[in-house]
């Protein structure tokens, strides 16, 4: 009879333990899965907060690089309207020009996109291929075009407007 106790015993000991076990389990498997979740709606939104971020940023660099183009083809169009023929052409003017509007170089040619007036020997034969563009072309013919836009060149990055001359026909880059 003692045996019969002793198992009894035991059993009475092991089927707490079992249901304990079982419970820990269940409870274990949905906080677990619960956990998961969240931490998945939390990374999905932390991942949007980053996407809109970018976007943001994006859309900002976008609307700064416009706005320095649009300042630059001002620049350029100011050049055009302020300057006589002969102060247009003359390098040195050019040069002093650059210098207080604070932009790398002006190129000035004429209808025949021959070098007219430059801020340094090498405006021209830097951009003479950029010249020769139907896009650039096209501004001979509707003088109110501009063309504003980027160029790699020798590995370094510029900005560029191109407008037409106002005291005869020509470019200004």
């Avoid at 609307?63 to 083809?73: G, P």
């Avoid at 509007?101 to 007036?117: A, M």
Wanted: charged share 25%; net charge negative.
């Amino acid at each position: 009879m003692e045996r019969k106790n002793k198992g009894e015993a035991n059993i009475y000991l092991a089927a707490p333990i079992l249901i304990g076990l079982v419970i820990l389990g269940v409870l274990f498997g949905i906080l677990t899965n619960r956990s998961l979740r969240q931490v998945e709606r939390t990374a999905t939104d932390t991942l949007q907060f980053v996407s809109r971020g970018c976007e943001q940023y994006d859309q900002n660099e976008a609307a700064n690089e416009t706005r320095k183009l649009i300042m630059l083809q001002g620049k350029a169009k100011a050049l055009c309207t302020y300057l006589s023929t002969d102060a247009i052409s003359d390098d040195a003017t050019l040069k002093q020009y650059v210098q207080e509007q604070i932009i790398d170089g002006v190129l000035v040619v004429d209808k025949n996109l021959n070098e007219v007036g430059q801020s340094d020997e090498n405006q021209y034969s830097m951009w003479e291929d950029y010249l020769a563009t139907s896009e650039v072309r096209e501004i001979l013919t509707y003088k109110n075009k501009s063309v504003l836009s980027h160029a790699e060149i020798d590995g370094k990055n510029y900005a560029y407007a191109v407008v037409a001359r106002k005291d005869q026909p020509g470019l200004v880059l």
